[in-house]
């Protein structure tokens, strides 16, 4: 990495946030936290324990689902998506706040889960029995959370420490704690790229393993008799999927100026469109491997969950399974085939809005028929207002993630300044090919 | 091997890609623009003389897959038809278990015919042409450049001049040593 | 090390051709020898009927279907490597993918004959092919069974043409440097090719087609494999991980048998300078990863089969680990999801003789996952009166080894006979000679390039 590189990097990022920003996201918080609060407090609705799930399920999925791709292309010593890494590694700023909702659902759950009232048998009255069930969950995701704050640690500390030692102040209390006892940019580089190296195969096993239950126990196990061996690994792959709609929609709004424009030339969006468009696929695929197996069964205890989501004509749930599958797999899938779409900044990003959108429409249509349990005849309008309310509070969770995120970013230098293989990232856009 | 006798030109032969390179945009420079390059490995700096157009290799695959889908849909619905008998309770034309061999058969035409596109447009099988010499297969890239007699001496002039390791004039006046 | 240069690949290549020594004619005939008692045990079959096999009621399906899945298994790495991972700009496949892709195609070739051997009346198979008759009798589109005919032919299809494809350039390298007869042969094999820049560009297209299209084919062959199970309601079988977990099982086994391939006959073929302790080390690192996804999925199918109260499910998933099955049980966790994990190990991963062991014991393993998924499942129905067990005769027995000297004799006359090793896109992967800076670069440079310590 050339000192001049380095240089340039550090002189355009930048160490304010604008108050209209700032004051946008307090409102949309605000709004969002009112709505879910007043609907729990005030009129205890099932809306608002829907909402708070999913909108938890999906600002956590994707916060932690960053670091996990940081952890993944630091594994495979992917070059290209070196200029990706601290846009994603940030998105960690929405997981406490995804944990916090997560609280207060564990902590209400006696009165809403769709298991609490009933009278389980066998493996899952251990397994589904409350307090064994928030516990484990909330430790579990805790734990990926604090696992993800140390390799964090070895990825801001060398750049916080590197660009001080540079001239550039990265003041603050986080970017302050990150280098405390610093013994010089040689050592401490290179123990952080050892650290990460161990690291980084760890947190990705425990993000599969915990999301996986996640999966399973705070979705699948909603519809009490319904399972399905794949739903773990679909659960926690969907959260990768918005993971890296999430780093496109940022790099798009945040390039230019959070460094050199080079480091997210046509070249890099093409190429994390195409990771894009393979996640893409393996969405599909794991999608209809599981919904072909069901058909083809057609056993009582595994049908209904399809049935009641796809073909009830009695409930409006079907609708929104086309425009789920639609807007996950179909509109993503013939898009990003071209380079027109995967190549050019604002298309790409487009396409990633979608797939955020289709995403929590998915968890929506997943958690929501066991919780709002709607009666035969329902209207449109009485899944629509639910989801208006989920789409208001996920919003009212990223915005306070956001502010998270944004609170860091003036602390830490936006690219990784002291990543060996971030020159070559540069390397990569000149290419023509 | 046989060549044809009323081609003339001035084949020139590089072992370095910079020359090389640099040979073509003089040789066209100087305004002749009937010359064939070969080379031993697919480089990005060569892909400047592939030609603005993208390689029409693509819509065939994109046909060849349309025909696949819609033939595997009406081999799988017709024939059903044909008895028209319920089996393991599934309906009829049932769209799901039909996906796989739609899904099969979209890649098995589109495969083909990308097989088949690569080999035509590319000229394949066809005849070498008349300035390839071995090397362009192994070490060297080459340049045959197209012209008339008169204009031959100027030609492997200009390749000399631009470090060209060896040149030569077809039809061969000597074999040049491997 | 001798630097690489374009000069250099080829002269490797062309000396991997070079006339074998005599141990090479003396496995060739070993190798011979069980191909003859290969078919000599399917003569006998066909004489004698499917009576000779341990098939019967309930277990109708065993060593031969667990054989053909095994053998569709091996030759998933092919496609991986050769497609996946140039779609995923890995640069460690060069040195190796042309070797994984003939390991395809005879993986596949060797798995076709399975069906046929299970037919047992294999004059008939082509009943199986969609063709239009005087009776109009078309197969059932909607059974698994037809599903699969038709995924492997498309399968072994498209890799033959792939491998083609990337073979035409290293055939004119061979036109170019060889006399005689072998002239004449790659004459016609190499087609014209002379690399302008009018065929490298739709070559070069056609190729990334070929491997975008060859992708999403791979992942949907093993799937269709894995419905041939999953769409029945048999415990054990109807789950809905099958799919993505017989992929990776089957690129466990496939990248598995590669090494098990690669680490003598880089040796023997003095290859060492190409394919280094990098690719393979790169190859167990792969290996990791698909081993902890197997894992996962052994660890899932248990945990639901626990969690959703189905006593057969339950009863199944107990029976495997305990059951007359047991040791094909835990040889296949040992094997698959214990042993690859010993790569996690730098030593592992630099030993190549412990990479060698490993691969081997992986390819056991990956035979009897199939096995103890197919078998065990039979044996037990749902009613214990249909009850039953099934033991490899003999002429299985053999059909199975012979199996093995089948594929075993392909790749060896593959390796001696066409360019092994990709000579054109391992020259791609060096930096291009030039007047100014001409470093010519070793695989060793890329890999170090690769390696973690270089800091700026």
């Known amino acids: 990495m050339t000192k001049e590189i380095v240089q340039d990097i550090l002189e355009k ?14 409102f949309l918080t605000l709004v969002g936290v009112g709505l879910l609060a007043g609907g729990i407090l005030i009129r205890k609705s099932t809306w608002s324990v829907e909402a708070l799930l999913v909108a938890s399920l999906v600002t956590g999925g994707l916060g932690q689902a960053g670091v996990v791709w940081s952890a993944v292309f630091e594994m495979t010593h992917a070059r290209w998506a070196r200029s990706y890494r601290r846009i994603l590694e940030l998105c960690i700023a929405f997981v406490p706040v995804s944990l916090v909702g997560l609280l207060v659902l564990f902590v209400l759950s006696p009165w809403w889960a769709p298991f609490a009232s009933d009278h389980l048998e066998g493996a899952k009255a251990v397994w589904l029995s409350i307090p064994f069930w928030a516990v484990r969950n909330f430790v579990g995701l805790l734990g990926v959370f604090i696992l993800s704050g140390v390799y964090l640690y070895y990825c801001f500390r060398p750049d916080v420490g590197l660009a001080r030692e540079r001239g550039a102040g990265f003041q603050g209390w986080l970017a302050e704690r990150l280098i405390q006892n610093w013994k010089g940019s040689d050592v401490e580089v290179e123990k952080s790229v050892r650290m990460r190296a161990r690291l980084s195969p760890v947190l990705c096993l425990a993000y599969v393993w915990v999301y996986s239950m996640v999966g399973f126990d705070l ?94 004509p009695q409930l409006p749930w079907y609708l929104l ?27 790409v990003t487009m396409i990633s809005i979608v797939v955020i959108a289709a995403m929590l429409m998915e968890r929506f249509l997943t958690t929501g028929p066991p919780i709002l349990k709607l009666q035969p005849g329902a209207s449109l309008e009485e899944m629509l207002l639910p989801l208006g309310v989920t789409l208001g509070a996920t919003l009212g969770l990223l915005s306070a993630g956001a502010l998270l995120y944004v609170w860091i970013m003036k602390q830490v230098p936006m690219l990784p300044i002291s990543d060996p293989y971030l020159a070559d990232s540069l390397k990569d856009a000149e290419e023509r090919r | 091997m046989k060549r044809r006798i009323e081609e003339c030109g001035v084949v020139g032969s590089f072992a370095h890609l910079d020359s090389f390179i640099e040979a073509i945009y003089t ?49 799988t619905a017709l024939s059903v038809l044909i008895w028209n008998m319920v089996v393991g309770g599934k309906p009829i034309v049932s769209i799901p278990a039909f996906m796989v061999p739609g899904f099969e058969l979209t890649i098995l035409f589109a495969a083909v015919a990308t097989f088949l596109a690569v080999f035509y447009f590319a000229g394949l099988p066809g005849k070498l042409s008349a300035g390839y010499h071995p090397r362009f297969s192994n070490d060297c890239f080459g340049i045959y450049v197209k012209t008339s007699q008169q204009q031959q001496a100027q030609i492997k002039m200009l390749l000399e001049k631009k470090k060209a390791q060896s040149c030569w004039l077809v039809p061969q006046e000597e074999t040049p040593s491997r | 090390m001798q630097p690489q240069s374009y000069a250099s690949i080829t002269r490797d290549t062309l000396e991997t051709l070079k006339r ?59 496609t991986l490597i050769s497609a996946i991972l140039l779609l995923l700009r890995a640069r460690w496949r060069t040195s190796i993918y042309r070797i994984s892709e003939a390991v395809t195609i005879f993986a596949l070739a060797t798995a076709g004959m399975f069906p046929l051997l299970h037919m047992g009346r294999l004059w008939v198979g082509f009943y199986i092919l969609p063709y239009p008759s005087d009776r109009q009798l078309w197969p059932n589109f ?61 070559y070069s297209a056609g190729y990334l087609l070929f491997a975008a299209l060859a992708t999403p ?121 214990v042993m690859p994990l010993l790569f996690f190990i730098q030593k592992c991963r630099q030993d190549l003789r412990i990479m060698f062991v490993i691969s081997i014991l992986i390819n056991v393993g990956m035979w009897f996952e199939r096995y103890n998924i197919i078998v065990s499942t039979l044996s037990r129905d749902f009613l214990p009166f249909a009850w039953g067990s099934y033991r490899m005769s003999w002429v299985e027995a053999t059909i199975l080894i012979g199996s093995f000297g089948l594929f075993f004799l392909l790749v060896l006359l593959f390796v001696k006979h066409l360019p092994s090793i990709a000579a054109t896109e391992i020259k791609e992967t060096l930096t291009a000679p030039r007047m100014e800076s001409n470093e010519p670069q070793t695989s060793r440079e890329i890999a170090q390039v690769d390696s973690k310590e270089i800091i700026s």
């Open chain 3, 217 to 337: 084919l791979v992942i949907s062959v093993h799937s269709v494999v894995s419905w041939d199970f999953a769409m029945s309601i048999l415990p054990g079988w109807h789950t809905t991980i099958f799919a993505p977990y017989f992929v990776a099982g089957a690129i466990l086994s496939g990248l598995a048998m590669v090494m098990t391939i690669l680490i003598p006959m880089r040796k023997i073929m003095r290859l060492e300078h190409i394919i280094t302790a990098w690719h393979l080390g790169s190859m167990a690192k792969m290996t990791i990863l698909v081993s902890l996804i197997v894992g996962y999925a052994y660890v899932v199918e248990y945990f639901i089969a626990w969690y959703s109260g189905n006593s057969y499910e339950q009863y199944i998933f107990s029976y495997r680990p305990t059951g007359e099955y047991a040791y094909v049980f835990w040889i296949m966790v040992v094997c698959n999801a």
């Open chain 1, 13 to 26: 990022t930048p160490r304010r946030i604008s108050l209209g920003l700032r004051l946008g996201l307090v």
């Open chain 3, 20 to 78: 074998p020594r005599r141990t090479y004619w003396l496995v060739i005939l070993i190798l011979l020898a069980l191909c003859l008692a290969f078919f000599a045990a399917w003569g006998y079959q066909i004489h004698q009927g499917m009576g000779v096999t341990g098939l019967g009621n309930p277990v109708g399906w065993g060593t031969y279907i667990t054989t053909m899945v095994f053998w569709i298994g091996i030759a998933h790495a092919g």
């Open chain 2, 27 to 75: 040789i066209r420079a100087e305004g002749f623009d009937q010359f064939e390059i070969f080379s031993p490995v697919l480089h990005e700096d060569l892909q400047a003389f592939m030609g603005e157009k993208k390689s029409p290799v693509r819509i065939s695959t994109l046909v060849g897959a349309l025909a696949g889908l819609i033939g595997a849909g009406l081999l």
């Open chain 1, 321 to 347: 399974a086309w425009t789920v599958l639609v807007g996950f797999f179909g509109i993503p899938f013939i898009a990003l085939m071209f380079r027109a779409v995967k190549w050019v900044a604002g298309r």
């Open chain 3, 142 to 202: 909607q059974s698994p069974l037809v599903w699969d005919v038709l995924a492997i032919s498309t399968y072994l299809t498209v890799s033959l043409m792939f491998f083609l494809i990337g073979l035409i350039p290293d055939f004119a390298i061979l036109r170019d440097n060889s006399r005689g007869m072998k002239k004449k042969i790659m004459t016609v094999l190499a087609m014209g090719w002379q690399g302008t820049a009018r065929q490298w560009k739709h």
């Open chain 1, 219 to 312: 979705v699948m196990a909603l519809d009490k008799h319904w399972y399905s061996t794949l739903f773990g690994a679909y659960f926690m792959t969907g959260n990768l999927y918005m993971g890296l709609a999430v780093g496109l929609v940022l790099a798009c709004v945040l390039r230019g100026r959070i460094g050199p424009d080079r480091f997210f030339s046509p070249k890099h969006f093409g190429l994390m469109g195409t990771l894009l468009f393979a996640f893409c696929f393996l969405m599909g695929d794991f999608f209809w491997s599981q919904f072909l197996t069901i058909y083809y069964g057609n056993l009582p205890e595994e049908t209904e969950y399809l049935l009641l989501r796809t073909c009830d």
